[in-house]
């Protein structure tokens, strides 16, 4: 019986050790939440472009889930579209965020109606790879209630969420974000189908945004081609 239950406890410690190791949930674990431009401590840290006006209705966008090269554990960023946030104290919007404090990067989708914390989706029900179709967009309802839809075409989900908030509706972006001020190496990522209030994003005039962190410029905008697609190059952290 002896010999029986220190076998039982040695397979136990080797099945311990061979677990596979659980991914950091994304951003969540580092507390942040994606901000309105001006409360981004950091610097100047959006990328993209942000529509200017009044009584946004919608935007929308897809994109191409860039692979990541973690630089160092304060590595994060975020594609989303979104309404709000350019010149106002809310943002309504939606992405994928990439987060590096695990050591690698960890893909997860969310979305936030910020003041609020963002939420993130399971990984098991919505993952989402490098290489992934995404499309997102953000749509006023009326009443103060906003519908946040977020689809990876590549595996096949749709999320869908509906929420309220008093907001200006001022703005509508289509843009990239480093809580941190610090991004990973992602390459190139290309925007497409960018669109607000159903027409081209480039009809609005938009202004480009370059992210930046303490005066340095860490990804380039390109010019918008067609009105509706542009990229995001990373320089350096």
């Known amino acids: 019986m002896r010999r029986f239950l220190i076998r039982v406890a040695t397979l136990?410690?080797?099945a311990t050790m061979a677990a596979p190791a659980v991914p950091v949930t994304a951003a969540a674990a580092q507390g942040l939440?994606?901000?309105?431009?001006?409360?981004?401590?950091?610097?100047?840290?959006?990328?993209?472009?942000?529509?200017?006006?009044?009584?946004?209705?919608?935007?929308?966008?897809?994109?191409?889930?860039?692979?990541?090269?973690?630089?160092?554990?304060?590595?994060?960023?975020?594609?989303?579209?979104?309404?709000d946030g350019y010149g106002s104290s809310t943002v309504e919007q939606t992405?994928?965020?990439?987060?590096?404090?695990?050591?690698?990067?960890?893909d997860q989708a969310w979305y936030e109606m910020y003041p609020a914390n963002p939420v993130y989706l399971s990984t098991g029900s919505y993952p989402v790879r490098a290489g992934d179709h995404i499309s997102a967009s953000v749509t006023y309802a009326g009443s103060n209630r906003y519908t946040l839809k977020l689809s990876d075409t590549t595996r096949?989900?749709?999320?869908?969420?509906?929420?309220?908030?008093?907001?200006?509706?001022?703005?509508?972006?289509?843009?990239?974000?480093?809580?941190?001020g610090a991004y990973p190496n992602f390459g190139t990522l290309s925007f497409t189908s960018a669109t607000v209030n159903g027409a081209s994003l480039g009809s609005f005039g938009p202004?480009?945004?370059?992210?930046?962190?303490?005066?340095?410029?860490?990804?380039?905008?390109?010019?918008?081609?067609?009105?509706?697609?542009?990229?995001?190059?990373f320089l350096h952290e």
Do not use: M, Q
Request: glycine share 10%.
């Open 12 to 14: 136990a410690v080797a």
């Open 95 to 106: 992405g994928v965020a990439t987060d590096c404090s695990s050591g690698s990067p960890v």
């Open 156 to 180: 096949g989900w749709t999320y869908t969420t509906s929420k309220t908030l008093s907001a200006s509706r001022a703005s509508a972006e289509v843009i990239i974000e480093s809580p941190t």
């Open 33 to 83: 939440d994606f901000r309105p431009l001006h409360y981004n401590i950091n610097g100047y840290n959006w990328g993209g472009y942000a529509a200017t006006g009044s009584g946004f209705t919608s935007v929308s966008a897809s994109w191409t889930e860039a692979k990541a090269t973690c630089n160092s554990t304060n590595d994060l960023y975020a594609p989303w579209v979104g309404i």
């Open 207 to 233: 202004t480009a945004l370059d992210p930046s962190s303490n005066g340095t410029t860490e990804a380039r905008t390109s010019a918008l081609s067609g009105g509706t697609s542009f990229t995001e190059t």
